[in-house]
């Protein structure tokens, strides 16, 4: 899959602010650490747009998970944002088992490209 042309829009914001929109698109309560919001319809290919999605951030949770996880901020945010535009190119960890599993593997692949270079 080929994606050379596509965009995406990254936000960092707060836990309140993430709180809302996970209240708002998910029916969540409560703040969590990464968002996605695809602009396809489920993962099929080509684009009909080049814009892929939108990821949202909370540092105040990065910061926690960081400070709890003995990671440096830097590497949470990586994680968070492969997590993030992961889930917009289709992967869901919450399907199941298997498919948790699988973007555990490219999420940790793609994190040691980050950290080799």
Not at 26 to 32: A, E, H, M, V
Not at 44 to 63: H, K, N, R, W
């Amino acid at each position: 899959m080929a994606l050379h042309e596509s965009e995406l829009s990254v936000l960092f914001t707060d836990d309140k602010t993430i709180s809302g929109l996970n209240q708002r698109h998910l029916g969540r309560q409560g703040p969590t650490d990464v968002l996605a919001f695809p602009m396809l319809n489920g993962s099929s290919f080509p684009l009909a747009t080049e814009m892929l999605g939108d990821v949202v951030i909370s540092v105040d949770t990065a910061m926690a998970e960081s400070a709890r996880l003995g990671e440096a901020l830097e590497r949470t945010i990586f994680r968070l944002l492969i997590h993030g535009i992961l889930h917009l190119l289709g992967y869901d960890h919450e399907k199941s088992p298997r498919e948790a599993a699988r973007m555990t593997r490219e999420q940790n692949r793609l994190l040691a490209l980050i950290e080799d270079a």
